[in-house]
């Protein structure tokens, strides 16, 4: 499977942004689907994911009531809307992707990544 992540930007602290990926194939309600993000100097973190068909929904502590993951498997589009941005949400969110459709927090389970977004939140 293949993913395109958009709708990164530039947005004030309070701000909102909602990123999307896009994923190739036919089976793409068969797997789990995540976001990951790196801010600059720290590691690869977990934000969310959803397992597959209209799966449940995981979250980082950290950005809980905030953001929220969502899937249209007719579309083949995983979403991630993000409220209430603070500065510490800077990084570039990656959409990753799991063919056995069970979400995880750890990235090494993730066989697919697309290219990463930048979301810069500004004071």
């Known amino acids: 499977v293949q993913l395109q992540a958009s709708g990164g930007g530039l947005v004030q602290t309070g701000g909102s942004l909602r990123l999307s990926c896009a994923a190739s194939g036919h089976t793409f309600s068969s797997y789990a689907m995540g976001w990951f993000r790196q801010a600059p100097g720290k590691e690869r973190e977990f934000v969310a994911a959803v397992h597959r068909g209209a799966g449940s929904t995981y979250y980082v502590d950290s950005v809980k009531g905030r953001f929220t993951i969502s899937r249209d498997n007719a579309k083949n589009t995983v979403n991630l809307q993000m409220n209430s941005l603070k500065l510490e949400d800077t990084a570039v969110y990656y959409c990753?992707?799991?063919?056995?459709?069970?979400?995880?927090?750890?990235?090494?389970?993730?066989?697919?990544w697309g290219q990463g977004t930048l979301v810069t939140v500004s004071s």
């Open positions: 990753t992707a799991k063919s056995d459709g069970f979400a995880s927090p750890r990235s090494n389970e993730y066989g697919y």
